[in-house]
């Protein structure tokens, strides 16, 4: 049976999905379409991570493989957004693929989260998420709040910043006390909800902003 918080989650995926589609997109891979298609690599492994958790009991390989996936798409948005910076998000891409490879090696993926993948994932995305706001807050000439890309970057240091402290408990506390384990997963809810609610909002302001720029 479905819970609350898993329903809650794909349903505002397939919110944000579907204002993220809404946003006219005159590069066939541009900035917005890589967004596009990590939502929807994010709403598929919640589907994914929801149906084996009813028949099997264990999701943890759909979250692995798709923190994998997150990454590299996460990190070609930035690449499709700062052209000039692609050999440093190539190299963040490939020391990441290879971090991931090694971390097959001391973990189960079926088993349990790759928390320190995970970790480092997030770190990475923090840091990037950094210097993209730090250039948009140098090179905008319009107000921060009205660019939408200020908003999906925020949410992404947000959520990967307070994922940190959770991911980091998680794999020391799941066996010894699987009660504070399932308190510290409402944290994940939380940030997953802000996270997504605030993409929505940068998409719903990217469209306006795209139609009225379209119509002069």
């Known amino acids: 049976m479905f819970t609350f918080s898993t329903v809650s989650i794909i349903v505002i995926i397939a919110i944000t999905f579907w204002a993220c589609w809404r946003i006219p997109k005159p590069e066939r891979w541009g900035f917005y379409s890589v967004l596009q298609l990590s939502i929807l690599v994010a709403l598929l ?12 009991g264990k999701n943890a390989i759909s979250y692995n493989v798709c923190t994998l996936v997150e990454f590299l798409l996460l990190l070609w948005m930035v690449e499709r957004y700062r052209p000039h910076w692609r050999t440093q998000v190539m190299m963040a891409a490939l020391i990441g693929s290879l971090g991931f490879v090694c971390g097959l090696f001391f973990n189960d993926p ?43 970057f925020m949410g992404l240091l947000i959520f990967f910043g307070g994922m940190i402290p959770v991911i980091g408990l998680i794999r ?36 306006r902003t795209e139609r009225a720029d379209r119509d002069g």
């Open 45 to 56: 492994t919640e589907v994914a991570g929801a149906l084996a958790t009813n028949t099997t």
């Open 110 to 152: 079926f088993a349990f989260l790759m928390t320190e993948v995970i970790l480092g994932y997030a770190i990475v995305i923090c840091v990037v998420s950094l210097a993209v706001l730090w250039s948009i807050a140098n090179t905008s000439d319009r107000a921060l709040q009205r660019v939408p890309e200020f908003w999906i």
């Open 172 to 207: 020391f506390i799941f066996y010894d006390d699987p009660r504070l384990a399932a308190q510290l997963y409402h944290i994940m809810f939380v940030l997953i909800i802000l996270r997504y609610g605030i993409d929505i909002y940068a998409c719903s302001l990217a469209e």
